[in-house]
C-alpha cells in the first residue's frame, strides 16, 4: 500500500522544459496520509526510545536511580533547547523511562553504539523512492535520484546540450530478463549515463521519456526508437 511498481509522471513548467518522474509513491489519498502520518509518529517515537536508552548507558543508566521528587516546570519558550530537557527528564520519570535504563544496564555499550546507530539509520530510510530526467532545450537534461535516507543528499547532474552526443533506448541482460533502459551518450566520456538506474522502470515508460525527453531537446523529429 505505501509503494506501487515505477509509474511515470510527467511536468511541464514550460514549453520548453519537461520533467520526467519515476516513483514509486503511490496516489496521494486520504487514508494513504493518515497511515503515512501514523508511520511517522511510529518512526519518531523509536527513534527517541533509541536515544534515550544510548544516553542512559552511556552516562551509566542514571535512570535506575530514583527520580527526584521535585515537579518539572515547563519552559515558558517552546521553541527552545530547554524543551529537549523538559521532555528528556519527564521520559526519564516515566516507567518507560524506567524499564529503558535497566535494558540498557544489561547491554554493553560496544554492542548498544552499533545496534543503536543502525536502528536510526532504518528508521532514517525513505519508503518509497524518485528518480526524474529534467529536459531543459537549449541548456541540457539534468537526471536526479533521491537519497535512501531523509538526511541524504539527492544525487543529481546536469549534461549541457553540447555535451549530449544522443538519447537512446538500450538493453541487457538481467538474470533470464531483457530490460531496457535509457542513456544519454556523453561526448568525450566512454560510460553511458543511465537514467533512472536504480528503478529500471519497464519498458513502456522507458520509450515515452525516449520521446518525450526527444522532442523537448530536439524539438520534435520523427524517429525510431534505436535498441542498442
Known sequence: MLTTPPRLQIRRPSPTTTE????????????????????LLLRVGLALATILLVEARWSGSPLASPPPAHPLTLPPDLLTA???FWARDVLHRHAAGQGLARVAA???????????????RLLSRRV??????????????QTRESAPGYFARAATRFIPTEKIRDILVN?????FEVRYYLVVVVDGEEDLVVVFPG????????EAVWRGARECLY???DEKTPIL
Do not use: C, N, W, Y
Not at 555499550?109 to 536510526?120: F, G, K, T, Y
Not at 523512492?129 to 537534461?141: C, D, I, K
Not at 528503478?199 to 522507458?206: E, G, K
Open 20 to 39: 520526467f518522474t519515476v516513483t514509486t509513491q503511490p496516489p496521494s489519498t486520504l487514508a494513504l496520509r493518515l497511515l503515512r502520518i501514523l508511520l
Open 171 to 175: 538493453e541487457a541482460f538481467r538474470g
Open 106 to 120: 544489561a547491554v554493553p555499550l560496544p554492542l548498544l553504539l552499533p545496534a543503536a546507530a543502525l536502528a536510526l
Open 219 to 221: 524539438e520534435k523529429r
Open 128 to 141: 518509497h523512492a524518485a528518480e526524474s530526467l529534467l529536459v531543459m532545450r537549449g541548456l541540457g537534461v
Open 199 to 206: 528503478l529500471l522502470p519497464p519498458r513502456r515508460i522507458v
Open 82 to 84: 530547554d524543551t529537549l
